[in-house]
């Protein structure tokens, strides 16, 4: 199995700060890489896929790069709503894999 | 409207049996390959099953190989998971979620979840 390190796991900042939530894997998985966000009690929903692409309806402060073994993924200026835990995943080989996640609260 | 929705879970006792479905709409359920993710409590997500689009191609999470059993109706538009012998540590939230159009791929549609609590 493909093993993922994402980092840090808990970040605080405040509404309007850059931030950025790194992933690393075991092996390179290309570009085969996704990121969900996760508010409290709701299921998880796809931002990025293919490292870098944003899913249809994710606002343009959320951004993806990386290839190979090491991953970024940045939100230009954090929004109020955008308070959530954050999830990397590998979809390169089976089984699947999820990185730790990273909760992002508010300073 | 694309939709998951999940239903069946609740609580069993240890070495009990479950099953879940995860009702499709809006969208050609027997095209996409689906998935089977859990979240145990204040815990990050799990994969647990996958199966293809005509079930040609089965996969489980280590942790569940021989107790759990996916499968799928297309002509229900449905997607089970039978749960066998469960152990404490299968408790969770169990999603049901769809991989995207381009196959093997991120999961792009997800159900509300459905708890089960496996405890005496």
């Known amino acids: 199995a493909i093993w993922m390190t994402q980092s840090p796991s808990l970040l605080s900042a405040s509404t309007g700060d850059r931030v950025t939530i790194s992933c690393r894997m075991s092996?390179?998985?290309?570009?085969?890489l996704a990121w969900y966000q996760q508010k409290p009690g709701k299921a998880p929903e796809l931002l990025i896929y293919?490292?870098?692409t944003l899913q249809s309806g994710v606002p343009s402060r959320f951004s993806g790069s990386g290839s190979g073994t090491d991953f970024t993924l940045t939100i230009s200026c954090l929004q109020s709503e955008d308070f959530a835990t954050y999830y990397c995943?590998?979809?390169?080989?089976?089984?699947?894999?999820f990185g730790g996640g990273t909760k992002v609260e508010i300073k | 409207e694309v939709q998951l929705v999940e239903s069946g879970g609740g609580l069993v006792k240890p070495g009990g049996s479950l099953r879940l479905s995860c009702a499709a709409s809006?969208?050609?359920?027997?095209?996409?390959?689906m998935n089977w993710v859990r979240q145990a409590p204040g815990k990050g997500l799990e994969w647990v099953s996958s199966?293809?689009?005509?079930?040609?191609?089965?996969y489980y999470a280590d942790s569940v190989k021989g107790r759990f059993t996916i499968s799928r109706d297309n002509a229900k538009n449905s997607l089970y998971l039978q749960m066998n012998s469960l152990r404490a540590e299968d408790t969770a939230v169990y999603y049901c979620?769809?991989?995207?159009?381009?196959?093997?791929?991120?999961?792009?549609?997800w159900g509300q979840g459905t708890m089960v609590t496996v405890s005496s």
């Open positions: 199966i293809s689009s005509s079930s040609s191609y089965i």
């Open positions: 293919a490292a870098s």
């Open positions: 979620a769809r991989d995207g159009p381009r196959g093997g791929d991120a999961f792009d549609i």
């Open positions: 809006g969208f050609t359920f027997s095209s996409y390959s």
């Open positions: 092996q390179g998985i290309s570009s085969y």
């Open positions: 995943q590998q979809y390169y080989s089976f089984p699947p894999t």
